[in-house]
């Protein structure tokens, strides 16, 4: 593959994944709003949803691996977890092994409002399963393990 073939299907790949980021916010966002007033998701910024979803993916983090998987620093990770500590979204507790250290979860109050925005998204990917059809499903899924693989060695 020739260099401006490879930067081609690079800008393609990255073009493309951004469409499918736009797309889960959107769709994260329209299930928040619907939500109504009542429901701690109301208002979050996306950063702030961002936050909730990876501690929610590991289960548990500390303030520095939170801060390396978001690309910020420790004091703004701090910061942000503590408005979503005072919304009720997210618990800090610490280490039972290294009392120095905070572990940040999911709050159990949260974890049924998270279960039903996940649903959402979920039900907007079986849609496109659906329109892309099992043909093309199956080959997204080779090549997104290819990338899963890819990115977990680096």
């Not at 959107?26 to 949803?49: K, P, V, W, Y």
């Not at 109050?109 to 979920?122: P, Q």
């Not at 080959?139 to 060695?153: D, G, N, P, T, Y």
Request: hydrophobic share 40%; aromatic share 4%; proline share 3%.
């Amino acid at each position: 593959m020739t260099n401006s073939e490879t930067l081609k299907n690079a800008r393609y790949i990255f073009t493309t994944g951004r469409m499918i980021h736009d797309h889960v916010q959107r769709i994260t966002t329209g299930a928040c709003m619907r939500a109504g007033s009542n429901d701690r998701f109301h208002e979050l910024s996306a950063q702030q949803m961002n936050m909730i979803m990876m501690v929610r993916v590991r289960e548990k983090v500390s303030v520095t691996e939170l801060a390396a998987l978001l690309g910020v620093s420790p004091p703004s990770v701090s910061t942000m977890v503590e408005r979503l500590v005072e919304r009720g979204m997210l618990t800090r507790t610490p280490s039972s092994q290294d009392r120095r250290k905070v572990v940040i979860r999911v709050s159990p109050e949260a974890i049924d409002e998270i279960t039903r925005i996940e649903a959402v998204l979920l039900g907007s990917f079986v849609d496109l399963v659906k329109a892309v059809g099992p043909e093309t499903t199956r080959k997204w899924c080779e090549v997104l393990r290819h990338i899963k693989q890819a990115l977990e060695s680096k």
